[in-house]
């Protein structure tokens, strides 16, 4: 049985929260068709925010290239031909790995139990031996829409989590947040290898592509405050439907 390590997993800024709101409303269409995006005083009347938290989550949003700002012009939404169609996925911390689930749905299978796969594996440096529970799933951002993800992710033994205990079909929780529910064990450290790919034949039937097609390999581990991985993902993205936005402040 799992025991609950010390450390306890961070809060999401509100500020991400507020963004990650924001970027599933725009996502779904609401400002579409010359919709005025709301002003900075009437977001923080609406959300019970400080201008600081609205600021922050405008800024996140505009590094994404989801809206625009403009002195003396407000904040305007990208059209979706600017950003070239594609869900833009943030990536600045833990927080927002969260939000990932948001504005979209995933159905994961149990796909078995056993050792982690030689191909993964060689690409982990930290130990991965033990048994793992592999679950594959497909990511869409709304049903008959075309994938956006194919993901195989695997949970490591010693967690103590049974298939029967996740709810696979939990489109707006992901595997992630749910073990840490269940178990107590956060993730101290998430590590993340991005490789430009060609499908091959089993992820191109998943994300309905042609085989050959550009993908976007993300291998992520998720390690806790022991050092020890307890969740791997692979998760395979069409080229033209995903692109990462990173934001890094520099320091003075």
């Known amino acids: 049985m799992a025991t609950k390590p010390a450390r306890k997993a961070a809060k999401i800024p509100r500020y991400l929260q507020l963004a990650g709101e924001l970027r599933e409303a725009i996502l779904g269409g609401k400002f579409a068709n010359g919709t005025q995006f709301p ?13 600081f938290t609205v600021r922050e989550a405008l800024r996140r949003l505009e590094a994404e290239g989801l809206i625009q700002r403009k002195r003396g012009s407000g904040t305007t939404v990208q059209p979706a031909a600017a950003r070239g169609g594609a869900l833009h996925q943030p990536l600045s911390n833990v927080g ?12 994961y299978a149990e796909a078995g139990t056993s050792t982690l796969p030689e191909a993964i594996a060689e690409q982990i440096a930290s130990d991965t031996s033990g048994v793992w529970t592999k679950f594959s799933g497909v990511r869409r951002q709304g049903f008959g829409e075309l994938p956006i993800a194919a993901t195989d992710a695997y949970i490591h033994e010693r967690l103590g989590v049974e ?43 998943a994300l309905e592509i042609e085989e050959g097609a550009p993908v976007l390999q993300i291998l992520r581990c998720y390690i806790d405050n022991q050092g020890s ?8 993205h069409p080229g033209d439907r995903f692109a990462y936005s990173m934001h890094i402040d520099v320091d003075s």
């Open 39 to 51: 002003t900075e005083t009437s977001l923080c009347k609406q959300h019970d925010v400080s201008r």
């Open 96 to 107: 927002e790995l969260l939000q990932y689930a948001r504005g979209s749905a995933v159905i």
């Open 229 to 236: 991985v307890f969740e791997i993902s692979v998760s395979h």
């Open 163 to 205: 298939a029967g205990s996740l709810d696979l079909n939990a489109s707006s929780q992901t595997l992630f947040s749910q073990i840490e529910k269940l178990t107590g064990v956060s993730a101290a450290t998430v590590t993340q290898d991005i490789q430009a790919l060609a499908a091959d034949a089993a992820t191109a039937k």
